[in-house]
């Protein structure tokens, strides 16, 4: 057990943290909001090797586990940085699994083709993560998974959570079957929830400083705002969601990469479990904004709206509820 | 006990429906989408039913409609997602006016604001001062006949599309600031007031109202010199009268299922089927119906002259937080769908789910935030004392 | 609308204030907790005439509404008085309603004998409200309505909320069937409900008065409790929870008794309601009593108790949800 | 970053298990319901294990064992629902003793109480001291060699069958109120004690004790005169070391699950066909996993010699929290069976959920209620500042 970034961990977060921090400020996030997309952006990303580093080095990734993957999506999730990373990497993932030498590996490597999955199975025109921008989706009809590239719509339908997201027609796509087990399609969802959930902590984590710093600068009854004693148990709240949150958001990672026995519902259960934080704390720490909070021009809205909008990709709650209910209860596992 | 509304109430609940139904066409609810819920057309046909007037209570020389039927009337005009905000204020500002106002402003302003005519803003809040309204530090200082305004405020909705503002400012720096105040209605094309757009991530469209050397005459004043307080006080008084009705699940409960019923689920079911989705609609319900409750019986209270109980309070606590609530069940039983914003392709009923969602957060903030409510509730109600 | 007491039910409310404060302490409450009835209490209410008092003057009856028979169980609510009043008066309704020559009416107006009803349909070996201590039972069996006397068991099975509970083997009592609608039965659980509502509502607006004193007689670091402002805002929620409980439960209550379109919904949305108030006005003071909260020495304990365990003799609210669910959202009647 | 547990500790955990087969009989169940969560015959078994001495660090000359394996053996004595607060008391007792006991207490304490022949009992807790602990005004007051001691301390949960209590003092009430403070173990034979049983709703059995001219000599003292609220801080520094896992709703779920395979429902399913049943199984398992994380922190800090982070705090106030709510859950769904208790003919799994209910309120307040734990999160955590 070892419950702390190690000291190769810490340097990579550090290159992380520089990056979004430094590139990625809520100017670059607004002026993002109609495409959900910064192309430029994408492309410094490339230039670190976070878009290919968690492929295998077998087919010219970068060999790293997701728990490193993690690092960058946490800090993405604290900037809110308008990139398809998370699809991107389960997608590559994914078809470096089925077809470590399908042709279209090395744009993805590249960063140069932008990949996704569909994540519902079975509906061949459903919404899509990243779906206005990526060259290339996975997806799943019955026991076959596909691919289709071409035909990226390019634009977006206005959302939410100012996201990249589009409908495609899968049926519609230059499509092939891949061979491998429909199952290995489930590891792929699971990893997208994990990362998910990874986004929505750093999220919740940066929307609950917003809310910290504000109630230590704002006055009202001459007194600072952040010495209310509700306040102060909102806050609290939320900071106890957020840290729980990672903390299985990262247990969820760490089953993944070392392939533990619930290596397929944790990630579940930190999605469903983070959303709920995420918004929990970008609720309160709006909410204690003021009207401010509500401005367009204050960043705790982005966040917000980020916070509800997420994982909201994924579908209904109530459903993955039931779906986790049949895989734990009938086995009794916990 | 009895909650049943008179006849003559009943009868004017069908006359609302049918105003509604002649009225509020595509159009209207179509022009609230520039983010100002209003719109001076149907205002004006609502002034012209003597509805603006009826909330004016008698007394004061209004038209004063039984609160009964007021709530009626906002309850339908809600129900309908109708452009209201603009009555709210007029009714209030107007009501002011006849209270403590001068024949000056009696003459001027009430005639067309009660008539639709003309529009009113509030000018309360500032940068610095939300919730503690009484720091205003907006400044009007005597000169001659004259007053001179230097200042800024916040959240002066409509403004753009408004009259006059009912300016809260101080007037004594030197005593305790809630003794300190003094109220103007300031016409807006008063030279020296810049108007700019405050947007927010509902589609609301507000203002910040910013006053560079604005010289008004002394008739412009409304209450007391260094009376604001008891303005301020005034208004709340009134505001009982017609905010009975704060509906907007109500609204969101049609949406809701509207939307389920479209949304496909597994095995050919739709949301609709489903039982969680089901218990949320219910519960949605519920909660709307202990709403009603509070707002029947501030309506009664007010009907009886009886001005403050503490259900209007509750009133707006327990349906801001449950209105957040609903928005979260709604949008999130669409899964990915619900992402999709108003007037967007594919968006479920229109993308007004998301729309819900987005404006629900400003409920539990302005007119009193969900903190300050459970203070008065606590103290006024359950006489805590002050920590 | 006139949603206040009018001058005749103002003096009967007192009548009962006066009764059930004098009449049933806090210590008339302990002593009947194995038992969960006070009979010589029931006797003196008798006395009142509260027990016959909402069924029909035609059947000897005192003719009174539900809506004063509520304020006699308002005030059962707020003293938790073990008297089976909601149970008697909604059976001896039934009962007159279906059979007002019935040979048993005589000793239910009386007194003499208890009467109640089984809440579920087709279960002979049921849990059933004061079934301990009934003399007579009205039950469903498919569409018919059953009546059977005798064979009280007046052991009781310990329970939570110290109620007199007991299974009752329904198909061994000397039974008969009710002529009449089995839609009538509906209208009788309907009334349960929502006099279930009310003497909720009085024991959450107890259990809060028991907080609200606590936290300004306690002081901890010097100060009085109640000036912390967290355990305001709890308490400021919990009494915005009753009091909207208490109009919800007061318009169910007027629903039946003028017969309203809603009739049948309403004192369900009130039951969940004012159970949900209820408990969380408890949980809430007896939080801030701290440990004293959990000592059987103080009273709140009674209440939390009572909050959780009075509505649960109805039913999980789970499958009364989805009832409520066919009956509103098929017919949009919101 | 590394969630799984070393091979030591899985072993440890087949030997823990292992050992609650054994040991872990009806009997001693059973022996638990007359109110006392402790079994002397079972506490004396892990003893002998060595499993006492094990949590105590071997900086102070105890066991010093991983406190991820300390974690182990709690998370499967508490999933086993065994007797376990003797323990708790005894590890923190023997600890603070060795690093701030005199020889004599080293001596006559330590060895009986690790050895698990002696049981002692916290006695901080007073009528009008709950969570402002160093308000104590139980006095001790020096009289040559001896102290006399008068007063009186709540919650002194075992001290019917214990044979110390670790009793907090005031001896200066000159200075400000945790600087006059001084701990004693003192023998619960000394005459002058009185120990009066506190029944509560849940089955639990606390006590209040009385000390009126209680006696003791100045080598049953530990740490300095006036120096009380550094053993306190030991004291709490230790507790971590052996509350990482706070797992009560495991239990719980076990027993929900049970309840909800039985308990039949229309159309002859049962509960466990309720998708509502289901998914709130599924949260508390949820909750469960994120309890779990705060716990392997807390005892991963722990084995990083990191004694004080703030996953003690959340752990604790999101266990309580969660552990209520569930609670209420998982009652309700039985409906009318669901009230019937613990031993009562036909009671759902024995009534352990009508058990699990009534115990629930208490975890939310001893050892620190979640009020006092939430202001500690937002002034130690989030930095902010002190009304």
Known sequence: MF???????????????????????????????????????????????????????????GGADLGTLALAVGHLGRTLAPLPLIEHAVATRLLARLAPDHALLASLIEGTAIATLALQSDNPQQLVPAGAIADVVLWRTGDEIRIGSGGAPGEVLNNLADLPLNRRNLDELCTETLSGDSETFDLAIAEWQALMATALVGSGFAALKLGVDYVQ?????????????????????????????????????????????????????????????????????????????????????LYYRRAKGWPMQYGPVGPELQRLADLLITTGAH | ??????????????????????????????????????????????????????????????????????????????????????????VIVAAIVLELGNDHLK??????????????????????????????????VQ??????????????????????????????????????????IVPLDTPGIEIQPVHTMGTERSNATFYDNVRIGDEWRIGDVDGGWAVMKAGLKFERGIAGGQFPSAMLIDAAIAAAEAAPR???????????????????????????????KTAFLASQGVMFGVEGSMLKLFVAEAYKK??????????????????????????????????????????????????????????????
Chains 1, 3 share one sequence.
């Open chain 1, 3 to 61: 419950i702390r970034l190690t000291d190769d961990e810490e340097a990579i977060d550090e290159v992380f943290s520089n990056f979004f921090t430094s590139e990625c400020g809520p100017e670059t996030v607004r002026e993002a909001a109609s495409t959900g997309f910064d192309r430029a952006l994408w492309d410094r990303l490339g230039q670190t090797g976070a878009a290919a580093m968690s492929a295998p080095e077998s087919v010219g990734g």
């Open chain 1, 217 to 301: 600068e704002r006055y009202q009854f001459d007194k600072l705002i952040g010495t209310f004693q509700s306040l102060q148990h909102g806050l609290a709240d939320a900071s106890t969601g957020v840290e729980g949150a990672d903390l299985l958001a990262k247990r969820a990672i760490w089953a993944l990469d070392t392939d533990q026995p619930n290596a397929l519902t944790l990630p579940s259960m930190a999605m469903i479990f983070a959303a709920e934080s995420a918004l929990s704390s970008a609720a309160t720490s709006l909410q204690y904004h003021g009207g401010y909070g509500f401005a367009e021009e204050y960043d705790i809205q």
């Open chain 2, 1 to 90: 006990m009895d909650f049943s509304f008179t006849p003559e109430a009943e009868a004017f609940r069908v006359e609302v429906k049918a105003f509604i139904a002649e009225h509020l066409t595509p159009d209207v609810l179509e022009s609230t989408r520039e983010g100002t819920i209003h719109n001076q057309g149907f205002h004006k046909k609502m002034a012209e039913r003597g509805w603006l007037n009826g909330a004016v209570p008698a007394e004061l020389g209004g038209g004063g409609r039984d609160p009964l039927e007021m709530l009626v009337l906002v309850e339908e005009l809600q129900l309908a997602g109708a452009p209201i905000d603009g009555m709210g204020v007029a």
């Open chain 2, 107 to 140: 003459e001027t302003v009430v005639p067309p604001i009660i008539g639709g005519d003309a529009l009113c803003s509030f000018g309360y809040t500032e940068p610095d001062s939300g919730s503690d309204v009484a720091a205003a530090t907006t400044v009007a």
């Open chain 2, 143 to 184: 000169d001659g006949d004259e007053w001179v305004i230097n200042g800024q405020k916040m959240w002066t909705t409509m403004a753009h599309i408004a009259d006059y503002v009912l300016l809260l400012t101080r007037t004594n720096p030197d005593v305790p600031k809630h003794k300190g105040l003094t109220f103007f």
């Open chain 2, 266 to 296: 597994a095995d050919d079911a739709t949301a609709i089927d489903d039982p969680r989705v089901r218990e949320q609609i219910v519960r949605a319900m519920i909660d709307l119906e202990v709403a009603r409750g509070f707002a029947y």
């Open chain 2, 326 to 387: 609903h928005t979260q069940w709604f949008l999130e039983m669409l899964g990915s769908e619900g992402l999709l914003s108003l007037d967007t392709p594919g968006a479920p009923v229109g993308g007004h789910l998301d729309e819900h969602f987005r404006h629900a957060p400003v409920t539990s903030i302005y007119g009193g935030t969900s903190e300050i409510t459970r203070n008065l509730i606590a103290g006024a109600h359950l006489g805590l004392p002050r920590s």
